[in-house]
């Protein structure tokens, strides 16, 4: 966790990036359930150093495709919405929180919160709809001729696919149970 | 969302699915045609983006053409602080996997000295040969602090 804060401020202070946000990140910390993941991000100050923030959330264990894109997408929407409930942060640039503003109060941290709180609720939902679809994880079992393997794959990728058009709700009005945190 | 108008979307790839199935069948769009795409926009005054973001773009070339449209964008805002937001996700590998070109690499490189906010995962952020730090720079910046 040390290195990984040291690695935001170097990147601050090296590429001049205003706003960063590691995303998926392994840590072990006694203070972590085991299975979970976190986000990293800060927004740094006028001289450059890092705010750091982090937000814990349960991992599922399950390969899902596309979140990535997805955590970008919903990134762009609510950061700009974090941003314009901050009276005055759009007309700055690069929407850089005055120095005074804490990690825990960034509009990126609270935006992050948001992206997740419906990351969650999507990737659990998915999570869900494989197993009633009974979709079999065995994609390279005992007897399986290599074309029956090669289905299985490409059906599990199909079934691994992000249900995000079933659940705009969680989308648009997600349930925020994961919190800002200090590194 | 209040105050959200998205513009156009700009496709860099036009494939029947994701490559995550390990086939697929389409067409990559070209750098020309990436450009030729936002001087349409432009000629027809669609151009006034407050925000842009980048996401998959498998060779170095059309991301060297994303990325000179973003910091046209970011040039054209300068008059008026905050009017533009490149959102860069420098998206090139997980869990291991390169999964872009090699050239991609140092492009990303370049290109983020001029993103707004980028959104490397785990495996981008550490990518080797140290994708953000040159490594006898990085341990001389951590004796300094």
């Known amino acids: ?183 | 969302m209040p105050g959200l108008n998205p513009g156009a979307e700009e496709l860099t790839w036009s494939l029947g699915n994701h490559t995550g199935y390990g086939q697929w069948t389409g067409s990559r769009v070209s750098a020309q045609e990436i450009t030729d795409l936002y001087r349409g926009l432009k000629e027809s005054y669609l151009d006034d983006f407050d925000m842009m973001l980048s996401g998959y773009v498998p060779g170095a070339e059309a991301l060297e053409a994303v990325g000179r449209i973003a910091q046209e964008l970011k040039e054209k805002g300068k008059a008026k602080p905050g009017s533009f937001f490149w959102v860069l996700d420098p998206v090139m590998g997980d869990n291991g996997t390169l999964y872009v070109a090699q050239d991609v690499v140092p492009m990303y490189k370049s290109l983020i000295p001029h993103a707004d906010l980028i959104l490397p995962n785990q495996f981008e952020a550490e990518y080797p040969p140290p994708f953000f730090f040159h490594h006898t720079t990085f341990c001389h910046f951590l004796t300094r602090i």
């Open chain 1, 1 to 183: 966790m040390a290195s990984l804060g040291l690695a935001i401020q170097a990147m601050h202070q090296f590429y001049g990036v205003p706003h960063i946000v590691i995303t998926s990140v392994s840590l072990a910390h006694p203070d972590h359930p085991d299975a979970s993941l976190s986000v990293v991000g800060s927004t740094m100050t006028s001289s450059r150093r890092s705010r750091p923030f982090k937000i814990v959330f349960p991992a599922i264990d399950c390969y899902f495709s596309g979140t990535g894109d997805m955590f970008a997408a919903l990134t762009v929407v609510r950061i700009r919405e974090a941003v314009w409930n901050s009276p005055g942060l759009s007309e700055t640039e690069s929407w850089r929180s005055p120095d005074e503003v804490d990690a825990l109060e960034l509009p990126l941290a609270k935006a992050c919160e948001r992206v997740l709180a419906s990351m969650h609720e999507v990737l659990t939902k998915t999570r869900e709809a494989m197993g009633r679809a009974g979709v079999s994880v065995e994609v390279n079992g005992k007897g399986m001729s290599d074309d029956d393997k090669k289905k299985a794959r490409l059906l599990k990728s199909k079934a691994a696919e992000l249900r995000l058009v079933r659940h705009l709700d969680s989308l648009r009005l997600p349930k925020v149970q994961f919190h800002p945190a200090r590194m």
